[in-house]
């Protein structure tokens, strides 16, 4: 232990703290033996050799940590099933064929409206289609002969599957009350108070983000670009603090998709749309948002994995923005800057494992009552709002240790670059310190 981490008290035993799980699930954090597994996998169908080919695919695509995927290997064929949040994929692959599905709903009257949506949702599929099965369940499922089913394929089209299967089935049964739910694995519930908390606290986050807009200091109409910060980052934040599933998990994928695909519009348009999609969220009852807070296990992430220049080309792109804010003492804009970037990250990426830790200490700090009111001992900002710059000091060189040995760089952390002044010029600084990490 060198003298520094003796100064900052490194390495003692710190309290047990609460499981809860944050952000969304990355399938892009694989292990030696699944990397190895796919180069063998490839190298084996290249081969002529299917079925040894799709048991190394197995290999690496289950998650030891997530126990979501179970196969049984019967010699001339493999069945697997696997899950992923509240659906259930069964399928199986042999020599000839290779085969998955997952029950949606239940259908006890063909509604022309579902119908048509799923129609429609068949030209958007690449791999997969929607289906009636013969015991009247809308399914999704794909097929492909062993001949054209090499392993790439197959995680393209078992990921299409299981992402349109999970997202799909909450959206269509609270559109149309024709509609039951199919049986799925079992949800694992969390407690009552959890999801209180977290209630509470998104009514607490969108009502604060309403009563500065409408605060118009600045003028909403004069700089709308600070304001998009401040929703967008908004969305993102209860995106990756709450981790929701169904309706709100999906309305804050249509928040970015609001801002980021109607180019048409203006900017001022864009964030009333915005604005009226929170609207909803608070208005939709509270049995409602809680009934979508539960854990899930999952086999394939959304978010594709990012390079550090990526992430390095986000922050340059968009921290200088912060400066103008600040400059004119409008620190609810300037420091809704640096939230947007590390919740746009979180929520569209999956950084290296250090710098998703990073990432997680910085919400630590910032969104540190929350964090405390779900059980957790930080001490990252004293009740004086005062930031502790030993506490910090103390995690970040953890989060250097644990993964120095496979991310050498990181031993090159500078964290002489942190200006512990004010929380605005903390927040810039350590966006700035994660970007000159060379990983």
């Known amino acids: 232990m060198n003298l520094l981490q003796r100064l900052l008290g490194v390495g003692k035993t710190e309290a ?18 699944q990397l190895a ?16 080919a799709y048991r190394q695919f197995f290999i690496y695509l289950r998650d030891e940590r997530e126990e979501s995927l179970q196969w049984r290997d019967a010699g001339d064929a493999i069945f697997f099933e696997f899950q992923q949040g509240s659906r259930l994929i069964t399928g199986k692959a042999d020599a000839q064929k290779v085969q998955a599905s997952s029950k949606i709903a239940k259908v006890d009257d063909l509604n022309v409206g579902f119908l048509r949506r799923l ?15 013969p015991d009247n369940h809308l399914v999704i499922a794909f097929d492909t002969s062993a001949l054209d089913g ?67 200091q600045p003028d909403p109409a004069q700089v709308p670009g600070g304001y998009a910060y401040l ?41 009333q749309a915005i604005r009226k ?80 830790e990073l990432l997680h200490l910085f919400f630590q700090i910032f969104e540190q009552d929350i964090f405390v009111e779900l059980g957790f001992s930080l001490q990252y900002v004293a009740a004086d709002k005062e930031l502790q710059t030993r506490t910090i000091l103390r995690e970040i060189i953890r989060i250097r240790d644990r993964h120095v040995s496979d991310y050498p760089a990181v031993g090159q952390i500078n964290t002489q670059l942190l200006d512990f002044s004010t929380h605005v010029r903390f927040a810039r600084s350590y966006l700035e310190m994660i970007k000159l990490l060379n990983l």
């Open 277 to 356: 999609e929170l609207q909803k969220l608070l208005d939709r009852p509270q049995e409602a948002v809680c009934k979508e807070m539960y854990r899930t296990r999952s086999t394939f992430g959304m978010n594709p994995p990012i390079g550090h220049d990526q992430l390095v080309s986000l922050i340059e792109g968009e921290l200088p923005n912060m400066d103008w804010y600040y400059n004119q003492h409008y620190e609810a804009l300037a420091s809704a800057v640096p939230r947007y970037i590390a919740g746009y990250a979180l929520f569209h990426f999956s950084p290296p494992p250090p710098v998703r």
């Open 37 to 52: 597994a796919w180069n063998e996998a490839m190298a084996l169908f290249d081969a002529g050799r299917p079925m040894q």
């Open 150 to 216: 090499a392993p790439l394929k197959l995680l393209q089209a078992l990921r299409e599957l299981a992402l349109s299967a999970d997202k799909q089935d909450d959206l269509l049964l609270d559109e149309f009350g024709s509609l039951q739910a199919a049986e799925g694995p079992p949800e694992i519930p969390i407690p009552d108070h959890e999801k209180a908390i977290k209630y509470a606290y998104i009514r607490r986050e969108i009502e604060n983000a309403f009563a500065e807009i409408d605060r118009g």
């Open 16 to 33: 047990p703290q609460p499981d809860i799980l944050f952000g969304r699930y990355s399938d892009a954090y694989k292990n030696k033996l």
């Open 231 to 271: 929703l967008l980052g908004l969305a993102y934040r209860l995106d990756y603090i709450v981790r929701p599933e169904g309706y709100m998990m999906e309305l804050m994928e249509r928040l970015h998709q609001i801002y980021f695909t109607k180019q048409e519009q203006s900017v001022q348009n864009k964030l």
């Open 119 to 133: 129609m429609e949702q068949n030209y958007a599929l690449k791999f997969c289609r929607y289906a009636l099965s």
